[in-house]
């Protein structure tokens, strides 16, 4: 079983940088890809970031160019940098992991409790 822990979200000013950290604990043979997603209200959930075990990455038409997804695989921990936010960036952002809890199980998807990102005009 993965838990999955968010934090970095705040009130920003648009044009202004935030960064969002996800740490993932508990029992797992392994984590593979891991990602960034986000909800505003009134629309579904949509993927912001995502970035393999080795490092590729892939970014969301919205976001290329102002968002750097990375990851530390020792800490188990990735990051969101966001920069140059703009108020339709204002969403709940969701860390998920997928992760195989044993090396003979398919892997699953985790996900965060969601952190707030609020970017004032």
């Known amino acids: 079983q993965v838990q999955l822990v968010e934090s970095g979200g705040g009130l920003v000013q648009a044009g202004g940088p935030l960064r969002l950290s996800c740490a993932a604990s508990?029992?797992?043979?392994?984590?593979?890809?891991m990602g960034w997603y986000r909800q505003a209200p009134g629309n579904q959930r949509e993927l912001v970031a995502s970035i393999k075990g080795g490092g590729g990455t892939n970014y969301a038409d919205s976001v290329k160019g102002r968002f750097t997804i990375s990851r530390d695989n020792a800490k188990n921990t990735v990051y969101l940098q966001m920069d140059s936010l703009k108020p339709e960036d204002t969403a709940v952002y969701y860390c998920n992991a997928n992760s195989k809890r044993l090396s003979t199980v398919p892997a699953m998807d985790y996900w965060g409790k969601g952190t707030l990102v609020t970017v004032s005009s």
């Open positions: 508990g029992r797992f043979f392994s984590i593979n890809a």
